[in-house]
């Protein structure tokens, strides 16, 4: 992975700016061999025993083999949009390839968080056919809308079943994203999917899996994990820099370093759906 990706660390010394994903791992354990770098066993995430991401400088371990150099500056238009591949945008892809999304398929994506509204951006670019996001806010429904979900489903729970259901004849959706991790979103996956369908998992679930039984008897996929940011950059940045992805309308604030916690706390009360940080 070293030396496949080149020397970032020279780049950064160069002045070019270099892009971290979220979490950083040392490229040659047998996990990242296998292009899943966010199960290093010598790596982590940012912040406990490493240094957080919001600073104005940063110590980076195994640097060459996290950081991922851009052509670009910090002056450049495109900037956001690169910086979403950091995390979500790579996550809400990484969920929408793990549900098996392809051209013709239809996918539900629950929650209007910026990983899942890049999980419906992600399903426009693998070509769903219809894709439903169960959002009840405006704005982010909005952002979903020009993301290219086909349709909004603004309800919660059971009617946010039988809405599915409604929209797709009855059969359920070939796979429902779950970006929320609730107990409720679960069960509204589960009842929303078809037979036969998948549910992928991604962010920090928290929520019982289904029975071994109704997953057996309705031959259920149950997929997800950390998705490997590292690996996804890579094969993304170009779409990202010519313009055929574009994530930064998830960025509708921008703070100062000072302001972080005001950033969290607009993220907290959903007033803001990711905040992107300058350091002048």
């Not at 693998?126 to 603004?154: C, D, M, N, W, Y």
């Not at 036969?196 to 997929?223: M, S, Y």
């Not at 950033?263 to 959903?270: G, K, S």
Request: hydrophobic share 45%.
């Amino acid at each position: 992975m070293v030396e496949e990706l080149g020397n970032a660390v020279e780049n950064f010394r160069r002045g070019q700016l270099v892009l971290a994903p979220f979490m950083w791992a040392d490229g040659t354990c047998t996990a990242c061999r296998k292009g899943l770098p966010t199960s290093c066993a010598d790596g982590a995430m940012w912040g406990g025993s490493s240094d957080g991401g919001q600073g104005e400088a940063v110590r980076v371990p195994y640097a060459d083999a996290t950081l991922i150099a851009l052509p670009m500056t910090a002056e450049d238009e495109r900037l956001p949009s690169v910086l979403a591949l950091a995390d979500v945008m790579s996550t809400g892809h990484y969920a929408i390839g793990n549900a098996g999304t392809g051209p013709g398929s239809t996918v539900a994506v629950i929650g209007d968080g910026a990983v899942g509204l890049c999980a419906v951006l992600a399903a426009r670019a693998a070509g769903a056919a219809e894709i439903l996001l169960l959002s009840r806010h405006e704005l982010r429904a909005r952002v979903g809308q020009k993301f290219g979900a086909t349709e909004t489903v603004p309800d919660r729970g059971a009617d946010a079943v039988a809405r599915v259901r409604e929209l797709t004849a009855g059969h359920g959706v070939d796979a429902v994203v779950d970006c929320v991790g609730t107990q409720e979103a679960m069960d509204t996956a589960v009842g929303a999917v078809r037979d036969g369908g998948t549910v992928a998992l991604v962010g920090a679930p928290h929520a019982a899996l289904p029975g071994a039984e109704q997953v057996f008897l309705r031959n259920l996929k149950i997929t997800g994990g950390l998705a490997p940011a590292r690996v996804i950059i890579p094969r993304l940045i170009d779409r990202v820099l010519d313009g055929r992805i574009d994530s930064s309308p998830v960025f509708d604030l921008t703070v100062g370093l000072e302001a972080v916690p005001e950033a969290y706390r607009q993220m907290d009360n959903r007033t803001a759906i990711k905040a992107l940080i300058r350091i002048s």
